[in-house]
């Protein structure tokens, strides 16, 4: 049977770096789902589609060709062949990445790439909703937290010149918008196993998922 990790939990929680470490050391594929929403995202916002039509961006959600690469230790994200990794991070996309991850077209399309790259071998998947609605039959869901704090200090260091407590604030906007939709991404499965990262280290936490794993 393909293993299938399900990894979920809010920004900063330590997601991509942990699943990173675990497909690493378990020889698995990895996919960051929320690099289709931000590229998915990035390509409305090149399109000009404004954000509060929801109309709009479910009419368009089927044309952007999204391809994503699946090595952990380089994944790549490409839009009509285009090499978004570094745009999807830049702070116009994530401004805007929650109000195009609301809108049920562009999920449904998404779900349906993301199953079939998991339909295709053993994965370390990291979303907000893959224990619960991506990939429910995962033989191993995490549910990693972190405090508010430690979540703004992580995601501090990796930006130049904003401050912890602007960070935290976009944060707290980003995991509110994530989860007052109809179908909360942010719910965490009820078989899912939650880690609390708050005062781990990023190894101690692969550790932790290996040991969960391998039982
Ligand atoms: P997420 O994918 O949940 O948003 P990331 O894996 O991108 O989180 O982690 C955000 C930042 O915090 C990264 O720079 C990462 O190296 C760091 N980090 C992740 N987990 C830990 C941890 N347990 N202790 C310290 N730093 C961590
Ligand atoms: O890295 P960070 O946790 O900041 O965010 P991300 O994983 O790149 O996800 C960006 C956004 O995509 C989230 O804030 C959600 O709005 C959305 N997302 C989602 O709705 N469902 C997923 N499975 C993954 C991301």
Do not use: C, F, H
């Amino acid at each position: 049977m393909t293993l299938v990790i399900a990894m979920d939990g809010p920004s900063g929680s330590g997601k991509s770096s942990v699943s990173k470490g675990v497909a690493r050391a378990l020889g698995l594929r990895y996919l960051d789902t929320g690099a289709m929403y931000r590229a998915m995202t990035w390509w409305m916002l090149r399109e000009g589609v404004p954000l509060d039509d929801q109309a709009g961006i479910a009419a368009r959600a089927g044309e952007p060709v999204l391809v994503s690469g699946t090595d952990p230790a380089a994944p790549t994200i490409t839009v009509d062949d285009v090499d978004v990794s570094g745009p999807i991070r830049g702070s116009e996309v994530t401004g805007a990445v929650s109000a195009v991850a609301a809108v049920p077209a562009v999920r449904e399309r998404l779900v349906a790439l993301q199953r079939e790259i998991i339909g295709t071998g053993g994965i370390v998947v990291e979303g907000r909703d893959i224990g619960t609605a991506v990939a429910p039959d995962a033989q191993v869901k995490i549910y990693l937290t972190a405090s508010a704090e430690a979540r703004a200090q992580r995601r501090n260091a990796e930006l130049s010149g904003a401050t912890i407590a602007a960070t935290q604030a976009d944060l707290a906007r980003r995991d509110r918008l994530d989860s007052t939709r109809k179908v909360d991404p942010l719910a965490q499965a009820a078989d899912a196993i939650e880690l609390d990262t708050t005062s781990l280290g990023l190894d101690e936490v692969i550790e932790e998922v290996l040991r969960i794993a391998r039982k």
